[in-house]
């Protein structure tokens, strides 16, 4: 659990949760063209 707890991605979608004091939710819309 070291700020990053996991990377999952989805479809062409990547979401990545960064597990800290405050939990943070960023999501990353990447093309897969």
Do not use: C, F
């Amino acid at each position: 659990h070291s700020a990053v707890t996991y990377i999952r991605s989805s479809g062409n979608s990547v979401t990545l949760q960064i597990s800290r004091p405050a939990k943070l939710s960023t999501t990353t819309t990447s093309s897969n063209n």
